[in-house]
Nanobody, 124 residues
Framework: QVQVVESGGGLVQSGGSLKLSCVASGSIVFSYVMGWFRQAPGKEREFVAAISWMSSTRYTDSVKGRFTIARDNAKNTVYLQMNSLKPEDTAVYYC??????????????????WGQGTQVTVSS
């Protein structure tokens, strides 16, 4: 079993920055892919970014150049640095663990373990 806990959400003005953290614990394998998703009210959960053990990364187009995903394998922790935030970034952000080998997947259903989510609100 794997436990996933996010932190770092909050309220920020447009153009501001936030850094989210996610710690995975339990029967964790350091080679797992870890990803960030978000869900705004009335919308489906969408992929934001993912990172492999070797720090290969993938981003959705709307956050490229503004968000950076990074990980510390020794701590089983992944980070999402969010800069130049926009009101449309407002959502609950979820961290997830993909236990399948290979690939940086964008489909939420393929991720096995999820955190409880952390709210990010960007005011205009």
């Amino acid at each position: 079993q794997v436990q996933v806990v996010e932190s770092g959400g909050g309220l920020v003005q447009s153009g501001g920055s936030l850094k989210l953290s996610c710690v995975a614990s339990g029967s964790i394998v350091f080679s797992y892919v870890m990803g960030w998703f978000r869900q705004a009210p009335g919308k489906e959960r969408e992929f934001v970014a993912a990172i492999s053990w070797m720090s290969s990364t993938r981003y959705t187009d709307s956050v490229k150049g503004r968000f950076t995903i990074a990980r510390d394998n020794a701590k089983n922790t992944v980070y999402l640095q969010m800069n130049s935030l926009k009101p449309e970034d407002t959502a609950v952000y979820y961290c997830a663990v993909d236990t399948r080998p290979g690939g940086l997947r964008v489909t939420a259903d393929l991720y096995a373990y999820w955190g409880q989510g952390t709210q990010v609100t960007v005011s205009s």
